[in-house]
T-cell receptor, first 116, second 117 residues
Framework: GAGVSQSPSNKVTEKGKDVELRCDPISGHTALYWYRQSLGQGLEFLIYFQGNSAPDKSGLPSDRFSAERTGGSVSTLTIQRTQQEDSAVYLC??????????????FGSGTRLTVV | AQKVTQAQTEISVVEKEDVTLDCVYETRDTTYYLFWYKQPPSGELVFLIRRNSFDEQNEISGRYSWNFQKSTSSFNFTITASQVVDSAVYFCALSEARETSGSRLTFGEGTQLTVNP
């Protein structure tokens, strides 16, 4: 597609349930990033995928968080046993090395997760 | 460790005023990139500009201009003759310069700009 697509756009879940958030990057972009934006806060790095390399998971806040990227394209961020502090907007971004890198990362519209 | 500070949490101006958003960064890297993003109420982050650490030339794009000063580790953003549509949260960000492998962005806390008619 023309941009980074994220689904669902909104998700309300009960505390303790698992959730999956999906990101479709721009076709051909080799790098994919997940960030989290809590209410009134800046953006917090979570995880980064680059091609076939091992992902950089150093930003994941706990072992309840995990992410996959299948076939070098679509990524799924999974949060197990959700807690209220997980409520945030989860943003995905993709970028391409080379000339496209000059234009920075392209972000999706995000998934707003609310844990009740 | 990298750090980006946007000291102004909120700014409110009247349409047609000029406004400057401050950004101060910390990094041990000698080569790095600086970014500004706009986040309108719709939530999507919109890329505005990227600057590499070797290019201190100021840039102007329409009503937007950026002042990069390595001596003070600052990358300030000025909107001239502000308009209501400029109302948004603006983020300054920093990344390492690893063009062959990509790099994470470190964001500031953001500045909420409100332009009143």
């Amino acid at each position: 597609g023309a941009g980074v697509s994220q689904s669902p756009s909104n998700k309300v879940t009960e505390k303790g349930k698992d959730v999956e958030l999906r990101c479709d990057p721009i076709s051909g972009h080799t790098a994919l990033y997940w960030y989290r934006q809590s209410l009134g806060q800046g953006l917090e790095f979570l995880i980064y995928f680059q091609g076939n390399s091992a992902p950089d998971k150093s930003g994941l806040p706990s072992d309840r968080f995990s992410a996959e990227r299948t076939g070098g394209s679509v990524s799924t961020l999974t949060i197990q046993r959700t807690q209220q502090e997980d409520s945030a907007v989860y943003l995905c971004a993709s970028s391409s090395l080379g000339t496209d890198y000059n234009y920075g990362y392209t972000f999706g519209s995000g998934t707003r997760l609310t844990v009740v | 460790a990298q750090k980006v500070t946007q000291a102004q949490t909120e700014i409110s101006v009247v349409e047609k005023e000029d406004v400057t958003l401050d950004c101060v960064y910390e990094t041990r890297d000698t080569t790095y990139y600086l970014f500004w993003y706009k986040q309108p109420p719709s939530g999507e982050l919109v890329f505005l500009i990227r600057r590499n650490s070797f290019d201190e030339q100021n840039e102007i794009s329409g009503r937007y201009s950026w002042n990069f000063q390595k001596s003070t580790s600052s990358f300030n953003f000025t909107i001239t003759a502000s308009q209501v549509v400029d109302s948004a949260v603006y983020f300054c960000a920093l990344s390492e310069a690893r063009e062959t492998s990509g790099s994470r962005l470190t964001f500031g806390e953001g500045t909420q700009l409100t332009v009143n008619p």
